[in-house]
């Protein structure tokens, strides 16, 4: 069987020397991301009818089938989760510490069905910056936070939990993600 | 030994970055301060008349709301005091000595590498540069007595620049988009009021060419402040 974990192709007749880890760059990474929320709000602003919902509309929807897609390929060697919180707190360490080389900062709940996330140095704002700083930069930088509340319910979905995620930052770098969980 | 200015210009001829130093003169106790500017440079290249001073200062008053109170609104130039030209006057002048002596560097030198114009110094004042081969260029003026600073501009450039300014997803570049030369988008026109635009036009890139923004001025200011070069007087 193949030593690896975590492997590009899991064939399990690799021998353990043609097993390799296939990694990208990191800046390509984070351009790719920049560039993407750009053009999405770009091209939906000349679309007939459309208004800042039509860019949340569109860009946590990526959000939503990349999560579910992450979540199948990160979970497959982990034993079932015990309860909601669980999960939650899967997304908290394991998932974040994938996609954003860290955990969530702090975690709250009221135990009825909502989550706060907070996270106080998000990777993705860590050089965003404007010249009138404040308010200004946190509302430029909001839309960055659609497509990971899209990734956050993805994932919640494919675990079995329906919710709504909404995200909100007041000064950068810190951002806080609410999950309301169905009933 | 002090270091007094640094502009930074793309390769379209506009100057997107300019900072100055200035230092209290000998005997008065107010520390040093530091004066930021930020160039809409596609004005540079948008003006029609060259005699435009009156219509610079107000824009450029009404887009510093940063600088602190009882700094003279109207950017005054570094150069000889008693002529008050405006900041883009003073770029432009900087550029077109830049141009031209790098031009004649590079047809005087034997070797055919881009090292050519490093510096040139006067009896007042030393002008470092540095060119990357994205067309950017980086002057630094400093006193006469400073040593070559080209590790210094290659270091704000590497470590300043490209983090805070091109891993930044809110700065827009040069608008060489597709959608505009196909003419599918308008141009972005210049406006002045973009921090107080609805939420609709907050997606609207900036003018090409201000690439100024808090975590810049400030990681450039601690940056210069911590040189052995830069002494306070």
């Not at chain 2, 709301?65 to 003279?72: D, H, R, T, V, Y």
């Given at each position: 069987m193949y030593s690896q974990p975590t492997t590009s192709s899991p064939l399990p007749q690799q021998t353990p020397q043609q097993v390799q880890q296939e990694l990208v760059s990191e800046s390509c990474m984070d351009f790719f991301l920049m560039e993407m929320v750009d053009t999405i709000c770009r091209t939906t602003?000349?679309?007939?009818?459309?208004d800042i919902d039509a860019v949340f509309y569109k860009l946590e929807t990526l959000g939503f089938s990349v999560g579910q897609r992450l979540i199948e390929k990160l979970t497959k060697d982990r034993p079932r989760f015990v309860d909601t919180l669980d999960v939650v707190k899967f997304i908290c360490k394991d998932l974040w510490t994938i996609m954003f080389k860290k955990q969530i900062d702090n975690l709250k709940t009221n135990h009825r069905g909502v989550y706060v996330l907070q996270d106080n140095n998000f990777r993705w704002f860590m050089r965003l910056s404007t010249d009138v700083g404040g308010a200004d930069s946190a509302k430029k930088a909001t839309p960055f936070l659609w497509f990971p509340c899209g990734i956050i319910r993805g994932a919640l979905a494919n675990l079995g939990v329906t919710s709504v995620v909404v995200a909100e930052t007041s000064n950068l770098p810190q951002c806080t993600f609410q999950i309301k969980i169905a009933a | 030994m002090t270091i007094y200015n640094l502009y930074i210009f793309d390769r379209h001829c506009q100057c997107i970055y300019f900072q100055k130093w200035t230092h209290a003169p000998k005997g008065s106790a107010s520390a040093n301060t530091s004066q930021t500017g930020s160039r809409l440079g596609s004005r540079l290249s948008h003006s029609?008349?060259?005699?435009s001073e009156p219509m610079n200062t107000t824009q450029l008053s009404s887009h510093n709301?940063?600088?602190?109170?009882?700094?003279?609104l109207t950017q005054q130039s570094?150069?000889?005091?008693?002529s008050m030209i405006s900041m883009e006057e003073e770029a432009k002048l900087v550029y077109g000595v830049i141009l031209s002596l790098r031009n004649f560097v590079r047809k005087l030198s034997?070797?055919?590498?881009?090292?050519?114009f490093i510096s040139y110094r006067t009896s007042t004042y030393r002008l470092h540069y540095y060119e990357t081969p994205t067309g950017l260029k980086f002057v630094l003026n400093t006193d006469?007595?400073?040593?070559?600073m080209k590790a210094v501009l290659k270091q704000i450039y590497v470590q300043l620049y490209v983090e805070f300014v091109v891993k930044n997803g809110l700065m827009r570049f040069d608008d060489t988009r597709w959608e505009i030369s196909q003419g599918f988008l308008s141009q972005p026109q210049a406006n002045e009021d973009t921090p107080h635009s609805t939420s609709h036009t907050s997606f609207t890139p900036a003018p090409p060419g201000n690439i100024s923004n808090e975590l810049f001025r400030l990681a450039v200011d601690r940056f210069v402040r911590s040189l052995s070069s830069f002494e306070q007087k």
């Open positions: 602003i000349t679309e007939p009818d459309a | 029609t008349t060259s005699s709301q940063s600088i602190p109170e009882g700094a003279l570094g150069m000889a005091a008693g034997s070797t055919s590498d881009h090292d050519g006469p007595q400073t040593e070559g």
